[in-house]
Every structure is written in structure tokens, then in C-alpha cells.
């Protein structure tokens, strides 16, 4: 599986981004997809998840209120759609995609992290 993440960059405090990540390669019957992020000096952290039907979402109480996940399942590509961003939200957003609901904890695929900078 390969996995494609787009749509980072610098923006200020109470912004917005859209992350999107594309997969290609083997495929599952169903899939969960997932966001983390790293940011300087700290470990990689759960940002959020969606189930394959796009009804099941989970979010890191950072996050929530602010940030969205979405599915595009006829593309293979799911959305993080970034609101009011603060400083701290600052870190490399990488993509992830496990068939079960092990994506939040160990994901089975990863991509390539996309750089999100937020300025005060």
C-alpha cells in the first residue's frame, strides 16, 4: 500500500489547511484511515480516524471541534480539514491506513509525512 499526503504548508494562527491523502496499491475489503502528527522534540501522536463507510470517526480531545476527517472511497483518499489552527499545531501530519481498528495505536501503512506550520 502506498500512501500520499498533500496540502501541507505555513499558515497563521486561526487558519485554515485541508490535508489529503491518497492511497494506491493492495486493497482491502474495508479500511480504517488515519492521521498523526510529530512535531519538533516530541513523540508521533493519534490525530484522528475514519471507518470505511466514512460513519465512525475518532479525534484526539486536541483536536476536536477543529479538525475533520473525511473519505472519498470512489478516490481512496481521505481528508483532514484544519480549522482555527493554533501554533501548537505545528508538526509533520503523516497519513495512515490499517484494516481494522488498530490504526489509532499501530498502524499497518504509513506515508509520507507533509509539514504544517502554524504562526503566532
Known amino acids: 500500500v502506498q500512501l500520499q499526503a498533500s496540502g501541507g504548508g505555513l499558515v497563521q494562527a486561526g487558519g485554515s489547511l485541508r490535508l489529503s491523502c491518497a492511497a494506491s496499491g493492495r486493497t482491502f475489503s474495508s479500511y480504517y484511515m488515519g492521521w498523526f502528527r510529530q512535531a519538533p522534540g516530541k513523540e508521533r501522536e493519534f490525530v484522528g480516524a475514519i471507518s470505511w463507510s466514512g460513519g465512525i470517526t475518532y479525534y484526539a480531545d486536541s483536536v476536536k471541534g477543529r479538525f475533520t476527517i473525511s473519505r472519498d472511497n470512489a478516490k481512496n483518499t481521505v481528508y483532514l480539514q484544519m480549522n482555527s489552527l493554533k501554533p501548537e499545531d505545528t508538526a509533520v501530519y503523516y497519513c495512515?491506513?490499517?484494516?481494522?481498528?488498530?490504526?489509532?495505536?499501530?498502524?499497518?501503512?504509513w506515508g509520507q509525512g507533509t509539514q504544517v506550520t502554524v504562526s503566532s
Open positions: 495512515a491506513l490499517d484494516p481494522t481498528l488498530g490504526i489509532a495505536t499501530m498502524p499497518g501503512y
